[in-house]
């Protein structure tokens, strides 16, 4: 695709991030984020799992306590103070009623106008075949988005306490083939790459290259092919969804 990139909308204050593993946010989005919170939006994160079967050498009773402190530690580079789990099982999330609900009542809770999230499709573009944890979560998303305003989808819910929000503007899908919106993150890269980072062990257990040139690599590599579709710009994409 060749057709110019429009700027993502700026004329929001909150947003609630929801992707299924730690390090799902850091291939691109967060140098997004460090900009966003830089202007003083305020910036939540959901993950749906731990992320325990991330990292083949690593028993998930270890893993899942290291890759949370990862997550922490990488939301903190970028101006993230708030960092959830749901303790979905990792690998095997089932788009389906439950997670919807549980994405409801998250968004409900957080009241955003911008709700990011991962790629959904089947590939990330051609034939690299998406996870199904992402599919899943991305999917549940774009439902939940609706399903939060809906006082009559979920009625248990307002008895807990929270009420419909159906102040959601945008859902936001990272990572996605067929962006439509881009964020120029000249002044968050350098954050964005230091965020990547801090998932070292998740990182280490990928691939053999040195960490930081790994990070750095990817995320120049991806700012820059965005950059032709935005003013030269080096940039994080979106498929942008309005409700």
């Known amino acids: 695709m060749t057709a110019p990139l429009e700027a993502m909308p700026t004329d929001w204050q909150s947003c609630l991030a929801i992707v299924a593993h730690p390090d799902d946010l850091e291939y691109g989005a967060a140098a997004a984020v460090a900009t966003w919170t830089d202007r003083g939006a305020e910036v939540g994160y959901l993950l749906v ?28 580079v970028v101006g993230v103070r708030s960092v959830e789990f749901l303790d979905h099982r990792d690998g ?33 573009g051609g034939t690299y075949w998406n996870s199904p944890d992402h599919r899943a979560v991305g999917r549940a998303v774009l439902d939940a988005a609706g399903d939060a305003g809906n006082r009559w989808i979920f009625t248990d819910l307002a008895d807990d306490g929270l009420e419909p929000w159906g102040g959601v503007r945008w859902v936001a899908v990272a990572g996605s083939p067929n962006p439509t919106h881009a964020v120029d993150v000249s002044e968050g890269f350098e954050r964005g790459v230091r965020s990547l980072l801090a998932h070292r062990a998740y990182i280490e257990g990928l691939t053999d290259e040195d960490p930081e040139t790994y990070c750095r690599n990817f995320l120049t590599g991806t700012t820059r092919s965005a950059a032709s579709r935005f003013g030269g710009r080096p940039a994080t994409t979106f498929e942008l969804f309005p409700r």
């Open 49 to 76: 799992t731990r992320g325990e079967a991330g990292i083949d050498g690593i028993d998930p009773s270890r893993c899942a306590p290291l890759r949370e402190k990862e997550q922490r530690a990488s939301a903190e």
């Open 92 to 124: 095997v999330i089932e788009y389906g009623v439950g997670l919807r609900r549980d994405l409801t009542a998250a968004i409900r809770r957080h009241r955003p106008e911008l709700v990011l999230t991962l790629n959904h499709q089947d590939t990330w």
